[in-house]
């Protein structure tokens, strides 16, 4: 049985099958690995599973010169976490789990669109506080997102799940940037030609673009200012795909309506000036968080594992 090393705990059913399999050490901690950890992790183990946030950058890899660890089987579709080509140039593997997270992905955007469009987060503080008046009919008035246009940054698995929502269940017209011409959408959808476009056009922008060096500060201080006064801005993919800054003056002079947001650029870390705004969702990364899917995550994970540790080309390998 290889030494596996799980990052941080998984539901049990995984945690089960897991320690059926391999010889399992799980770290106590909810907590990210950092630098030293992963360094240690690919000197003392066969394989890895890494989580979100776990420190492994081209710097770790120096740290090891002859790692034993030969797989990092990734929880979760994104791995901007993992710097790939230093794993490889180390011989390791990196695998990940699509596919798995698309559908719970796509309805925490829908969730933030809806909660953002409709102020349900400034509605839902107004009515804890006590301090609600009762209904009148100018109260708190936000945006009907029917027949409004979504737009999509993105138009992967989870961009496409977006859309399907938006179209068919809301009756959205949607447009998409995307770097590589995409043929099938699943529902009419436009593809516009440059970000720009995208912008200025959608009374909602969700943002669903992994995140990797060519994405990050994607959405700037002029991406944001082609947007429309009323418009929303949604995030569910990584936090520095937005430059934050930009996005917090844009919605304290109210150059923006508002934005709903599941990922910040240094999570858990939310700049209080973001916290204190009215005019945003701020969710804590719930977007994989249901039981079943975070359960069909490893399941992925450990099927990655065993195709590896079985000599054949993992299912998922990035």
Known sequence: ????????????????????????????????????????????????????????????FEGVRNPSCRILANFGVGYNHIDVEAARARGIVVTNTPGAVTDATADIAMTLILMTARRAGEGERLARSGAWQGWHPTQMLGMHI????????????????????????????????????VADTGVPARQLA?????????DVVAVAVPGTAETHHMIDAAALGAMKPQAR??????????????????????????????????????????RRLE?????????????DVRSN???????NLR????????PNQV
């Open 233 to 274: 801005l949604v995030n569910i993919s990584r936090g520095d795909v937005v430059d934050e800054t930009a996005l917090i003056t844009a919605l304290q002079s109210g150059q923006i309506a508002g934005a709903g947001l599941d990922v910040y650029e240094n999570e858990p870390e939310i700049p209080d000036s973001l």
């Open 194 to 202: 440059t970000l720009h476009e995208v912008m200025s056009v959608s």
């Open 297 to 303: 995550m490893g399941m992925m994970a450990l099927e």
């Open 279 to 291: 005019n945003t969702v701020l969710l804590p990364h719930l977007g994989t968080n249901a039981e």
């Open 1 to 60: 049985m290889g030494r596996l090393l799980v990052s941080r705990a998984l539901p049990d059913a995984v945690m089960q099958r897991l320690n059926a399999a391999f010889d399992v050490t799980v770290r106590p901690t909810t907590q990210p690995m950092n630098r030293q950890e992963a360094t240690a992790a690919l000197a003392g183990y066969d394989a890895v599973l890494p989580t979100l946030g776990d420190a492994f950058g081209a710097q770790t």
């Open 307 to 314: 195709a590896f540790f079985r000599g054949e080309e993992p």
């Open 146 to 181: 029917g027949g409004k246009i979504l737009g999509i940054v993105g138009m992967g698995r989870i961009g496409r799940a977006i859309a399907r929502r938006a179209h068919l269940g809301f009756d959205m017209d949607v447009v998409f940037f995307n770097r590589s011409p």
